[in-house]
């Protein structure tokens, strides 16, 4: 069952508690969070950015510009996977997220998000992870808030 929050594998607590969610054509898996489960999630984020840093630029363009076509690539795995659910959970149709995805999949692949490193300028090192909070009707927009922090190695929490 998907579920709406992914956690690293090192991150070790018992929250948060998943509840299942049904909703029209999808049935996923929700997160509820207190205040101190947030807490230790940010405190990992922060533990977790000196090895953020610790990637190269070229590792780091390599992954990002891989993900990016697997997720473009209609046929691949993952997005075999997700598209039906992605679909209904954001309103749209087959055709309306496969276009989605491209218009904001397509201007981030490895050669423009190269190109931003380029002009990127390094964050301090005591700067801290960024709180992402986006609309969750457009698929794949946390790219916009996501490629620009990861090139400064900054750690992310996004949430739609």
């Given amino acids: 069952m998907l579920r709406d ?19 029209p054509g999808i049935r996923y898996s929700a997160a509820r969070w207190t205040p101190e489960a947030l807490g230790k999630v940010v405190a990992a984020l922060k533990d977790g950015e000196a090895a953020l840093r610790a990637i190269s630029d070229d590792d780091l363009l390599a992954a990002w510009g891989d993900t990016v076509s697997t997720f473009l690539r209609t046929v691949s795995l993952e997005r075999r996977a997700l598209d039906p659910p992605l679909a209904r959970l954001c309103g749209l149709s087959k055709e309306g997220l496969r276009a989605g995805l491209e218009a904001v999949l397509g201007g981030v692949r ?39 922090a990861l090139l400064v190695r900054r750690p992310v929490l996004l949430k739609s």
Avoid at 5 to 23: D, G, H, M
Avoid at 117 to 129: E, K, M, N, Q
């Fill in 110 to 148: 490895r050669e423009p998000a190269a190109a931003l490193l380029a002009r990127a300028h390094p964050a301090p090192v005591d700067s801290g992870p960024v709180l992402a909070v986006l609309a969750s009707n457009l698929p794949a927009l946390a790219v916009q808030i996501l490629l620009p």
């Fill in 5 to 23: 929050a992914f956690l690293p594998a090192t991150f070790r607590s018992r929250e948060p508690v998943f509840r299942a969610i049904e909703r």
